[in-house]
């Protein structure tokens, strides 16, 4: 029962990473328009560096129920 559990927090978490790289990427190019006014790139730039750490998190959390999964 508990693979079956490691594995459905494995497929969310793998999902909730790819949102996150989806949301910095869409937020690193806000960041990157020229003309786009600064306050935006700002807030856009804050927005990736945010979302990249949630990417990272969900990453991991992912690889330990993957592994969990295994055993």
Do not use: C
């Amino acid at each position: 029962m508990d693979n079956i559990k490691n594995a459905a927090n494995y497929v969310a978490d793998s999902v909730k990473g790819a949102a996150s790289t989806g949301s910095k990427e869409a937020n690193k190019q806000v960041a990157k328009d020229g003309e786009a006014p600064l306050g935006t790139r700002a807030s856009a730039a804050k927005d990736a560096v945010g979302d990249k750490f949630d990417e990272q998190k969900h990453d991991r959390s992912a690889d330990l129920h993957k592994e969990a999964a295994k055993h």
